[in-house]
């Protein structure tokens, strides 16, 4: 190759150059050609794929982390306290990283920065991996601020300014960033190109490419490496291979350098086509420079290994190379003098360079941008599957406990309920004998209290007089006193017994049915008993028991007619002998029975009384049964006694008389009216024992049934207690079985997604983490 050589023609100028390079993109940028007919597609396919990739899986992780916030806000606002206020703080983290993680994702992209000395052509070579004039190229100074080129859908190509979305037309790019524009923009300043995928395969990979001001025309390095550095994947500085690499250049990169940890610098050696003026140097030249570039990335930044760094050097035209691209492109011969001789090898080179930067950038990008993001989803995935397995575990302990007492709370009840129902039939015998033993002794009192009425009745000391009105209210008196006498005897005798009965009943029954309440409400079934002792009301009644009494306090002589009949005929029958009537019921006659010819007819049979009171009336009946019939009889005595018997006899019976009715006085009244009346009470208070005793045994069979009754409802109640316990527990299992399950799919799509990380690591970093490029 001979220094000014042209090549024989335009015509044979641009098929030679199609067919001499065996490493160029294709026209659309699809893939390399390799000159034999095979193709290959572009390293920067990777980080398109895992970037794909990786938003998916960060796509399932913020769903995933979302659900599970929601499931963990719902479970910590039931009662099992199953989720910590930890859990609570450590999801709402998770869910703002995840968010901002995803965000990020979505504008993560390679990033190259081009830097160099003024007129370098760092423009020229955007421009020539773009294939089109699209930065601000020139003699001397010409991009004056930071213009960063990225991929566009939709075919539109515009850009914007940092301080305005505004879309402005790219033909403005001029003005705004080229050094000589009037309207130019600060130098820290960025303008944001956006240009349509399709045009370029790098943009259409999501490859973003950063032009720079020369480093040589500003001391404030350090704002620009912060401001667009930091997130640089790839730094290329474009060097002029005419002279050697300037200590400006050098202490950028080291500043560079030493805020990131071993960048990836890449050296472009351009204007090497000014060599093929004096090719006796070329190769001296070159080697010259390229153990500069190398000591200086190995040596000096320690970024690389000495074998790497000789990847990392290529000598370059970007000037020949956007030339035979624009027509290649455009489809049109590249003009005669348009490229220096020896062209092809500095357009293999700038393929070359190409290809290892894509290399390297691919491989970077996938680490730089993802690692880190994929670690991060790893530790939550992580604490998140500890979380659930802390949240099913809770769950688990709390369903075990709540089954338990399930079944304590069923036990119980089952329990409650038979010794309820034995209980029941224990207590109504206990209240039957205790019913039968109150009779019995009520019975037995009240019986010994009649015995000994006449007791009671001479202990009444009331004045007493004979007067109707006066012996009414006696008579009333008396009621009173012999039923209150009657009723504290029978307390006396009773009441206190049946007190202890009733009590000794009561606690046994208090006893047995307090063992079956829960400990916080047996506290209350003192309540349930009664306050005061048990009084038996024995309610005799005796005014109106004896209310139909009629007492008989005439004179009565001993020795009379009448009281003589009524001694030994009774008053009933002497009655009807003394005053001639018959009360009783006529009957009719019988026939004459028919007896057999045979039997002798006989008259029946009558008793001696009805016969001698039928000879009195008979003989009764013939006078006026007074004064004619009392002659016939004296008469009668005196022919068959004499005068003298019959006088001593008058006269003994007169001083009876007398003396019988001298002594009849108000006192004689009044034991006599107090002996009827303690007969006439007495037959009246036998008829009434049996329902006495059997009022005062239900009023203890009523006291302890309303006991029991009282103490069976709270029985009856702990039981629906208990019924609604055993409820609420089988709802509450539910829920935990439910909340359970629940954390054990999320726990397990944890550990599905911590496998998908662990495959985008395998896949993506593993494999190129370890990997240098090659050469």
């Not at 208070?685 to 069979?701: F, G, P, R």
């Not at 496998?755 to 494999?767: A, G, P, R, T, V």
């Amino acid at each position: 190759m001979m220094s000014g050589s042209l090549p024989p023609s335009s015509d044979s100028m641009s098929s030679q150059e199609s067919s001499s390079l065996p490493y160029t993109v294709g026209p659309q940028g699809e893939g390399r050609n390799l000159g034999n007919g095979h193709s290959t597609p572009s390293p920067l396919k990777i980080f398109g794929q895992a970037k794909k990739k990786v938003n998916v899986i960060f796509t399932d992780i913020e769903a995933y982390v979302k659900e599970s916030e929601y499931f963990l806000n719902v479970v910590s606002g039931q009662e099992q306290n199953i989720v910590s206020k930890n859990h609570l703080e450590t999801i709402h983290g998770f869910r703002e990283k995840v968010q901002g993680i995803t965000g990020v994702l979505g504008r993560d992209h390679m990033k190259v920065a081009f830097f160099g000395r003024t007129s370098n052509g760092k423009s020229t070579v955007i421009n020539a991996m773009l294939r089109t004039k699209l930065m601000p190229s020139g003699i001397g100074h010409t991009t004056h601020c930071f213009l960063q080129v990225e991929g566009g859908d939709g075919g539109e190509s515009y850009l914007r300014t940092e301080d305005s979305e505004e879309h402005k037309s790219v033909q403005s790019v001029k003005q705004l960033a080229h050094a000589l524009s009037s309207v130019k923009l600060d130098q820290n300043s960025l303008i944001s190109i956006v240009w349509p995928k399709e045009k370029c395969q790098l943009l259409k990979d999501d490859v973003v490419l950063v032009d720079s001001p020369g480093i040589d025309v500003t001391p404030d390095l350090d704002s620009w490496i912060d401001k667009f550095c930091l997130d640089a994947d790839v730094f290329v500085l474009v060097a002029n291979a005419e002279s050697t690499l300037m200590q400006t250049e050098k202490n950028f990169f080291h500043k560079v350098s030493a805020k990131l940890s071993k960048p990836n610098i890449f050296i472009l050696n351009n204007r090497w086509d000014a060599s093929a003026s004096e090719p006796e140097y070329m190769e001296e030249v070159k080697r010259q420079h390229e153990e500069r570039n190398i000591a200086f990335l190995a040596d000096e930044l320690n970024v690389t290994t000495r074998a790497e760094a000789a990847n990392r050097v290529f000598f370059v035209s970007a000037r020949e190379t956007l030339t035979s691209r624009l027509h290649q492109e455009s489809g049109t011969p590249t003009p005669t003098g348009a490229l220096v001789e020896g062209f092809q090898a500095r357009l293999f080179e700038f393929a070359n360079f190409e290809r290892k930067f894509e290399e390297c950038i691919s491989k970077t990008a996938v680490k730089t941008k993802f690692a880190q993001h994929t670690e991060r989803g790893k530790m939550i995935s992580g604490e998140m599957r500890m979380m659930m397995e802390d949240v099913y575990m809770n769950a688990q302990h709390k369903r075990d406990s709540c089954g338990t007492r399930r079944q304590e709370a069923a036990d119980n009840l089952d329990y409650t309920t038979k010794q309820l129902a034995l209980l029941t039939s224990e207590t109504k015998d206990k209240i039957k004998q205790m019913v039968e033993n109150v009779e019995r002794k009520v019975s037995s009192a009240l019986n010994e209290e009649i015995r000994r009425l006449s007791v009671l009745v001479d202990e009444f000391d009331r004045p007493f007089h004979p007067d109707h009105m006066l012996l009414t209210v006696y008579k009333k008196e008396l009621h009173i006193h012999l039923e209150e006498c009657l009723s504290r005897n029978l307390q006396i005798k009773c009441t206190q017994n049946i007190r202890c009965l009733m009590g000794g009943t009561q606690t046994a029954i208090t006893e047995r049915l307090t063992a079956l309440l829960p400990e916080d409400a047996r506290q209350h079934t003192a309540n349930l008993l009664p306050v005061k002792d048990f009084e038996v009301a024995y309610r005799l009644d005796c005014r109106n028991l004896c209310a139909d009494f009629r007492e008989d306090i005439e004179f009565r002589f001993s020795l009379g007619i009448t009281t003589l009949v009524n001694r030994f005929l009774g008053p009933k029958s002497g009655k009807r002998a003394l005053l001639g009537y018959n009360d009783s019921i006529q009957r009719p006659i019988p026939m004459t029975p028919q007896t057999p010819s045979n039997e002798v007819f006989q008259p029946p049979q009558q008793d001696n009384s009805e016969l001698v009171v039928a000879l009195l009336g008979t003989f009764a009946s013939l006078t006026s049964r007074t004064t004619v019939g009392a002659i016939v009889v004296a008469g009668l005595v005196t022919k068959a006694a004499g005068w003298r018997i019959i006088a001593v006899s008058g006269v003994i019976y007169g001083l009876l008389y007398l003396y019988e009715r001298l002594t009849w006085t108000n006192k004689a009244k009044e034991r006599h009216f107090k002996s009827q009346y303690v007969d006439y009470a007495s037959s009246k208070l036998k008829l009434i024992i049996d329902l006495t005793s059997a009022n005062c045994s239900h009023q203890v069979q009523q006291e302890l049934s309303s006991v029991f009754a009282r103490l069976s409802r709270q029985v009856d109640q702990a039981k629906l207690d208990l019924a609604e316990e055993i409820k609420q527990l089988d709802k509450e299992c539910e829920q935990l079985e439910e909340i359970g399950g629940k954390a054990k799919i999320l726990k397990n799509k944890a550990g599905w997604l911590d496998s998908e990380l662990n495959s985008f690591i395998h896949q993506y970093l593993k494999d190129t983490s370890d990997e240098s490029p090659r050469s």
